[in-house]
């Protein structure tokens, strides 16, 4: 009833960039955050970036100064401008959206199913 669709991964060089995309779409009615996060191999999924409905953004440590979270409204899409990548970027990327369902009515997180970021000489 509700899908997230992430695109834009790959395989990249160290210093280069990369957009990732999601969309969300189904039964909405509205949509607060939504966000990016990422799990590396042998570990635990950590936040990347968010950015809720007012405008709001937080972005891990690590990647601030590098990476940009915006959005399209309208499109109910969520991106991820992602540039001066480092190996230690490599993960699977997750989408996340904190939104209000029609069918079921009511607040919920809804999590994309991941694409791969490579970060290697």
């Known amino acids: 009833q509700v899908q997230l669709v992430e695109s834009g991964g790959g395989l990249v060089q160290p210093g280069g960039s990369l957009r990732l995309s999601c969309a969300a779409s189904?039964?909405?009615?509205?949509?607060?955050?939504m966000g990016w996060y990422r799990q590396a191999p042998g570990k635990e999924r950590e936040l990347v970036a968010t950015?809720?409905?007012?405008?709001?953004?937080n972005y891990a440590d690590s990647v601030k100064g590098r990476f940009t979270i915006s959005r399209d409204n309208a499109k109910n899409t969520v991106y991820l401008q992602m540039n001066s990548l480092k190996p230690e970027d490599t993960a699977v990327y997750y989408c996340?959206?904190?939104?209000?369902?029609?069918?079921?009515?009511?607040?919920?997180?809804?999590w994309g199913q991941g694409t791969q970021v490579t970060v290697s000489a």
């Open positions: 996340n959206a904190y939104l209000l369902s029609s069918l079921l009515r009511r607040w919920s997180d809804y």
């Open positions: 950015l809720n409905s007012g405008g709001s953004t």
């Open positions: 189904g039964r909405i009615s509205s949509i607060n955050a």
